[in-house]
C-alpha cells in the first residue's frame, strides 16, 4: 500500500515515541517545518492536550490520528496560531507561533475543522478575498486562482454562493482557499469529511502531488484514510501523543501479534487510555 | 508601511481595505444593507417634513435633534452581526489565521460599518437639497450638523462593534448595544439629569454625568454649529477607547 523502505522498530511506547526523530526513511536532511515541543493545552480543568513533542519536515505527508475529542483539533490550532499553548512552544518554518503569528500564518495553508466560509459569499469573490488578504494581486492571483480551481474542479460552481455548495464543493472550497498562496506548511483538519469515495481519492493523488518541498499535516480518525495517503502516522488519544510511528512499523507490529492494522492501533489508543 | 508589499502578506492599509470591502460586500450580500437604508430614509425623511410643515423654517436642525434616539436603535442594527455572526459561524478562525494583524481585522469592519452608515446619510440629502431650492438655509450650520452627526454614529459603532465581540450572540449585542446608546443620549435630557441629581443631591450624579459621559452635550454644539476642540476630543477618544478595547478583547478571547 506504501512506497515506504525499512523501518525497524514499533513504536507503541508512547515517552518514546514524542522525543524520537521521525524515522521516516532518509528525509531527515529536509528542514524541519512543524516543530511542536511539550505543547499543552488546558482548558479549565481538562487538558485537551498535555506535553505533546512531534517535528515533521519538509516533503513529509503526516496523518494525525485519534477518536474524535482526542485532541487533534486542539494541536492543529496551536500550530495554526489561532490558540495559544498554556505551555510548549510551536515553530512553524522557524518562526514561533506566539512571538511571530504573522510569519507563521503568511507560510501556512490551514483548513479548519467544520471548515467555516463566508456562506453568502460567491465562490469566486471567496477566493479572491483569500488571494488579496495574503497580499496576492494581478496575474499572480489570476493565476494561482486558476490553478486551485482546477486542482479542486471548482469551475462549476464559481459563480455560486458558498452556501448553494454541497459538502463535496465545500469541502473543496476551503481546500482551495487554503492553498491559494502555495504554502509551504499545510494543515488540514479532517479535510475529506463529507467527500464521496471518489473525491476522497482524488484528494488523496492530489495531496501526494502538493508533498515535495511542503509539509503536509492532516487528521482524521479513520485509520483507511490515513493509511492510503501517509508514511507516517501520529496517534493521539486524550491529549497525548500516544506513538509517532509508520504504517510499516505498524504492519509489522500487527504481523508479529497476528492482528489487523485497526487493532494494532486500538491496542495502542487504550493503553494510552489507561495511563491518563 | 503599505507601500512595500511582501509575498502573501498585504501591507497594513490594504490590509484593512480588503477586510472592509468584504464586510461592506457582505452587508449588501444579505440585503441587510438595502433594508436598513430603505427603513432609514423614509423615517428621517417623514419624520422631518413633519416637522417642517409645522414650523416652516428653512434649517435642519428638526432632523439632527431627532437622529440621536434614531441611531440607538439603527446602530445596533448595523454593528450587532460584525462579531457574534463571525463567533456563530466559525469563520472567525478563518479571518484571524489570516495574515493580518488583529486591528486591522477591526479597523477593516469598522470602517465598513461607517461606510454603511454613510450610506444612511447620503440618504438624508433630499432634505438639505429641497432647503437649497425653497430658501437659503445656513449651509455652515448644516454641514456642522452632520459632522456631529458622522462622530456620534462613529461613536455608536465603536462600542456595538465591541459589544458584538463581548456578547457572541446577536440578539444580545442589539440589546446591549441600545441600552449603552440610549444611556449616552438619556443622560443628555434635562429631566433624567434632574431626577438623578435628586437621588442622592450632595453628589449630584446626574450633573456629572452630563457634563463627563454624556454624548448629547457634545454633539448638540455641533448642531448649534459650535465646533469645538473639546468635543472633538470626547468623540475620538470614545472611538478610540472602543476600538482598543475590541482588539484587546479578540486578544483575549483566544483561548
Redesign the interface.
Known amino acids: 500500500m506504501t512506497d515506504h523502505q525499512g523501518a525497524t522498530t514499533a513504536t507503541a511506547d508512547p515517552k518514546r515515541a514524542a522525543k524520537e526523530a521521525p524515522k521516516d526513511s532518509g528525509r531527515t536532511d529536509q528542514p524541519v517545518m512543524i516543530d511542536a515541543k511539550d505543547v499543552t493545552k488546558r482548558?479549565g480543568s481538562t487538558l485537551a492536550a498535555d506535553r505533546v513533542s512531534f517535528e515533521i519536515r519538509r516533503g513529509e505527508i503526516v496523518g494525525f490520528l485519534g477518536p474524535n475529542g482526542a485532541g487533534k483539533s486542539t494541536v492543529l490550532?496551536t500550530i495554526?496560531?489561532?490558540?495559544?499553548p498554556t505551555s510548549g512552544t510551536v515553530e512553524v518554518a522557524g518562526f514561533d507561533v506566539q512571538k511571530d503569528p504573522?510569519a507563521v500564518?503568511?507560510?501556512?495553508g490551514?483548513l479548519?475543522e467544520?471548515n467555516?466560509?463566508?456562506?453568502?459569499?460567491r465562490v469566486d469573490?471567496f477566493l479572491r478575498?483569500?488571494g488579496?488578504?495574503?497580499?496576492?494581486s494581478g496575474e499572480h492571483l489570476t493565476k494561482r486562482t486558476n490553478w486551485v480551481v482546477g486542482k479542486c474542479q471548482l469551475e462549476a460552481v464559481l459563480g455560486k454562493?458558498i452556501n448553494q455548495c454541497s459538502k463535496g464543493y465545500r469541502q473543496r472550497i476551503g481546500l482551495a482557499a487554503s492553498l491559494l498562496?502555495d504554502?509551504q506548511v499545510i494543515l488540514l483538519d479532517e479535510p475529506t469529511h463529507g467527500l464521496d469515495p471518489l473525491q476522497v481519492a482524488a484528494f488523496r493523488d492530489f495531496i501526494r502531488e502538493l508533498r515535495p518541498n511542503r509539509a503536509i499535516l492532516f487528521s482524521s480518525h479513520i485509520l483507511a484514510e490515513v493509511m492510503a495517503t501517509c508514511e507516517r502516522l501520529l496517534i493521539i488519544n486524550l491529549g497525548k501523543l500516544l506513538a509517532d510511528t509508520t504504517v510499516t512499523e505498524l504492519r509489522a507490529v500487527a504481523d508479529e501479534k497476528n492482528i489487523s492494522l485497526e487493532e494494532a492501533v486500538l491496542e495502542i489508543v487504550r493503553k494510552g487510555g489507561k495511563r491518563t | 508601511m503599505s507601500a512595500t508589499?511582501?509575498?502573501?502578506?498585504?501591507?497594513y492599509v490594504?490590509?484593512i481595505r480588503?477586510?472592509a470591502a468584504?464586510e461592506l460586500?457582505?452587508y449588501f450580500?444579505?440585503s441587510i444593507a438595502y433594508v436598513y437604508t430603505i427603513a432609514f430614509v423614509i423615517l428621517a425623511n417623514s419624520i422631518f417634513m413633519n416637522e417642517f410643515f409645522l414650523t416652516g423654517t428653512v434649517d435642519m436642525t428638526a432632523f439632527f435633534d431627532l437622529m440621536p434616539l434614531l441611531m440607538v436603535l439603527f446602530i445596533p442594527a448595523v454593528t450587532m452581526r460584525l462579531w457574534a455572526e463571525e463567533k456563530k459561524?466559525?469563520?472567525i478562525?478563518?479571518l484571524?489565521?489570516?495574515?493580518?494583524?488583529t486591528s486591522q481585522a477591526v479597523m477593516g469592519k469598522y470602517i465598513a460599518a461607517l461606510g454603511l452608515f454613510g450610506l444612511f446619510l447620503v440618504g438624508s440629502l433630499p432634505i438639505p437639497i429641497m432647503l437649497l431650492v425653497l430658501g437659503s438655509p445656513d449651509l455652515g450650520l448644516i454641514i456642522s450638523g452632520y459632522i456631529g452627526l458622522l462622530l456620534l454614529g462613529g461613536m455608536f459603532l465603536g462600542f456595538g462593534m465591541f459589544l458584538s465581540a463581548i456578547s457572541g450572540d446577536q440578539i444580545v449585542a442589539f440589546v446591549l448595544s441600545a441600552i449603552v446608546g440610549f444611556a449616552f443620549v438619556l443622560s443628555g435630557q434635562e429631566q433624567v439629569v434632574a431626577v438623578l441629581d435628586g437621588l442622592i443631591p450632595a453628589l449630584s450624579i446626574g450633573t456629572v454625568l452630563y457634563e463627563n459621559f454624556s454624548v448629547m452635550p457634545r454633539y448638540d454644539s455641533f448642531v448649534r454649529g459650535v465646533i469645538d476642540i473639546g468635543s472633538l476630543t470626547y468623540f475620538v477618544l470614545f472611538i478610540g477607547l472602543f476600538l482598543w478595547l475590541n482588539v484587546q478583547l479578540l486578544e483575549r478571547q483566544?483561548?
Open positions: 482548558y490550532k495554526s496560531t489561532w490558540l495559544p504573522l500564518r503568511q507560510r501556512l490551514y479548519p467544520h467555516a466560509m463566508y456562506e453568502t459569499m469573490r478575498f483569500m488579496k488578504v495574503r497580499g496576492m454562493r498562496h504554502p | 508589499v511582501a509575498t502573501h502578506h498585504a501591507g490594504e490590509g480588503i477586510i468584504r460586500g457582505a450580500d444579505s459561524t466559525r469563520t478562525e478563518l484571524l489565521t489570516l495574515p493580518i494583524r483566544r483561548t
